[in-house]
């Protein structure tokens, strides 16, 4: 990840969708290995997937939530993941151990309420993994890890002091991914409801235009 802003396309399931977030330029897209998630996507859907990634194409990020090691086995035996997405509450020397033991990069996700929560994950985080992702907190009772589309107070992380490249998700869509970039300073977002017709139902259009409005930021 460098100093341009970084764009994952998240919870992509089908072709169209890759083939839209590819052409947009975008920079990663990601495969949810959660079984509740409306997003997520069996072993053989996402290796085919992986097999119609175009030359040059967007990076595979697989997403996982508290995976045991044969849970991630399982994947990486038949998808060629870039990188291992941890969204559960995996705790630092557990990211170090998946680090270690699959040899990917780790992107760690932690949902904050604060800039203090934020700068502790920080503290936390960036000596076990290689970057980081931002998420709004998620609602009380939910069944599911992440904002499930709430959106972050972005300006509580403008000016954050954290060595690692990090990302910022939490209710993004084409209309708000620009001005939150600015209030924030992210060098990269994530988004996954925000460019979806229905729950797990990606939509081409709306794909290119969260890219394009993110890269105009």
Known sequence: MSARVRVKICGVRDAPALTAAAEAGADFVGL?????????VSVE??????????????????LFV?????????????????WIQLHGHEPPDRVAEIRQRFGLPV???VGVGSRAEAEEAVAAYAPVADALLFDAKPPPGSTRPGGNAVAI????????????????????????????????GAPGVDVSSGVERAPGEKDPALIRAFVTAARAA
Request: proline share 13%; hydrophobic share 50%; net charge negative.
């Open 32 to 40: 949810v290995f959660f079984p509740r998630s409306p997003r997520a």
């Open 45 to 62: 859907v996402a290796a085919a997937l992986a097999a119609a990634r175009p030359p040059g194409g967007p990076g595979l990020v697989g």
């Open 66 to 82: 508290d995976p045991a090691d044969d849970d991630l086995s399982a994947v990486l035996r038949q998808v060629p993941l870039d």
């Open 153 to 184: 107070d972005a300006a509580m992380l403008a000016g954050l002091a954290c060595p690692l490249p990090w990302l910022l998700a939490g209710g993004l869509t084409p209309d708000t991914v620009a001005g939150t970039i600015r209030a924030s």
């Open 107 to 109: 992107l760690k996700a």
